[in-house]
């Protein structure tokens, strides 16, 4: 599968409708006039790449322990760093009071806290930009009566939802900023999940706005009697890879990825022992270091089961052939790349490279659900 056929499943453009053939009810509503239909869907593309990035930039900012060393939360006068000597070593005095300095990096000069500083600043201001680079064209082409009721409605919710991400990832930073120099594993999978749902929701956008017939993608597949499970079995592999999206983030949280560096045991077992070590016993399951790991591994096997099947089901569709081409290609290598992050005691590039696999993996699989409508409700008038 070429980089250019795995781009267009993400960009295409409306496919050739029959003249007066019916709109899919709902679809009209979401599409702007024909003279901003384009300038829209771009727009929603940037802003969709954007996110990309910034989750590539939280990742490293995660891994290199950078994300706790701007201690303070300044939308306007943070815009800009620190300019002078004078303005460094206050950035510097403020990091001193947080824990991560007092327990871990207390050897650090001036010079050091540069180094951790400039990924958390990157990320902060890629933050700001998403949020402009939604907020500004949203105002121009409301202004010019571009946007439909809805569609003005979905685009004002997205920029909300932005604005929703930095307040969780204000929340999750000052949870590391209080006794202990980590962030709680539950709101860091918290921004994360919101940062892959704004994500998706403008993807999913982007494609109503072009018009995108969802039963010509998915061919006769509402209606074809014997492949019936395929639209529920598509959104059962999304909903289950978005779980084990929620887990990464808590192994992530707990650094629980440098501990059991083996593959396929655990500490020489299939099943580890210390999984109920903790009361209540559903607390094992957010902060058991052990449970955690121990979850995303048998969920990952359970996701390539599903997502294999799902593959298999869907291949008599011969137009779906090339999705499902690369949503067997991005699993596999998103397992393996999950594996060798362990094996490497998290190194740096695999577990980055990891987690944005993830992301495009979300992507194609949420293109494979779009194509795959559920059938009508035959109680439904």
């Not at 679809?27 to 990035?53: D, E, G, K, S």
């Not at 081409?325 to 998290?346: D, E, N």
Request: charged share 15%.
């Amino acid at each position: 599968m070429t980089e250019r056929a795995a781009h267009s499943l993400l960009t295409s453009s409306p496919l050739p409708t029959a003249r007066g053939a019916a709109i899919p009810p709902g679809m009209n509503r979401l599409q702007p006039p024909i003279t901003f239909q384009r300038a829209v869907a771009r727009w929603l593309l940037v802003c969709a790449l954007m996110v990309a990035l910034m989750v590539a930039v939280g990742g490293v900012t995660r891994l290199t322990e950078s994300g706790l060393s701007i201690v303070k939360w300044n939308l306007i006068s943070g815009t800009l760093p620190p300019l002078s000597d004078e303005a460094w070593q206050h950035e510097f005095d403020d990091y001193k009071s947080s824990p991560q300095f007092q327990k871990v990096n207390s050897d650090f000069t001036v010079a050091d806290f540069q180094k951790i500083f400039w990924l958390e600043y990157i990320h902060r201001l890629i933050g700001r930009a998403i949020g402009l680079a939604t907020f500004l064209p949203l105002l121009y082409f409301a202004a010019r009566r571009a946007l439909p009721r809805a569609l003005l409605l979905r685009c004002a919710a997205i920029f909300l939802l932005i604005g929703a991400q930095g307040t969780v990832g204000w929340i999750m930073v000052a949870s590391g900023l209080v006794d202990q120099p980590r962030v709680a594993p539950v709101k860091l999978a918290a921004h994360l999940l919101l940062a892959f749902s704004v994500f998706a929701l403008m993807l999913w956008t982007r494609w109503q706005v072009l018009g995108i017939e969802r039963s010509n993608l998915g061919a006769c597949v509402a209606t074809d009697s014997h492949s019936p499970r395929l639209p529920l079995l598509t959104r059962t592999a999304l909903a289950f890879l978005t779980l084990q999206i929620f887990f990464g983030a808590l192994v992530a949280g707990l650094r629980a990825g440098k501990t059991y560096n083996t593959w396929p045991l655990m500490d020489g077992r299939l099943v580890p022992t210390g999984l109920h070590t903790l009361d209540p016993w559903w607390l094992n399951h957010l902060e058991n270091i052990t449970t955690v790991q121990f979850q995303h591994r048998m969920l990952a096997m359970l996701v390539v089961a599903v997502i294999v099947v799902t593959i298999v089901m869907g291949w008599r569709h011969k137009n779906l052939h090339q999705l499902l081409r690369v949503i067997l290609i991005s699993i596999l290598l998103q397992f393996t790349l999950g594996v060798a992050t362990l094996l490497s005691v998290v190194n740096i590039a695999l577990a980055s490279a990891h987690q944005l696999v993830a992301l495009f993996l979300v992507a194609v699989l949420l293109r494979l659900v779009y194509a795959t409508p559920l059938p009508p409700n035959p109680q439904r008038k």
